[in-house]
């Protein structure tokens, strides 16, 4: 998904009264990866000022559902990409 451009305007104009922000979403589904994962190899290439890499937890997906170690393993992936992702890209993954 290429990065969305919004230009947001304050009170007041000028250069002082108006923002341009890049911001590129990044969705992890099922690929956990940062190597070989095109969307945010691209989205980190394009120059944005902010990378926002998000995960969300299927609601199937819960302890309820699924055992223990499967659900661990889950949660120890999303952790350790977090944890790549701040070291490679300046950037954290959001969760939901």
Not at 7 to 16: Q, V, Y
Not at 71 to 77: A, G, K, N, P, V
Not at 81 to 90: A, F, G, I
Request: net charge positive; charged share 25%; with cysteine.
């Amino acid at each position: 998904m290429p990065p969305k451009q919004t230009a947001e305007k304050g009170g007041g104009g000028g250069a002082a009264g108006k923002a341009l922000e890049d911001v590129a979403i990044v969705w992890f589904r099922k690929c956990l990866r940062l190597d070989d994962n095109q969307a945010l190899v691209e989205a980190a290439k394009s120059g944005v000022k902010h990378l926002c890499p998000v995960f969300v937890i299927d609601p199937h997906f819960g302890p309820d559902y699924v055992g223990v170690n499967r659900y661990r393993f889950l949660l120890e992936s999303l952790t350790d990409l977090d944890k790549h992702l701040r070291s490679k890209y300046k950037s954290r993954l959001l969760v939901l």
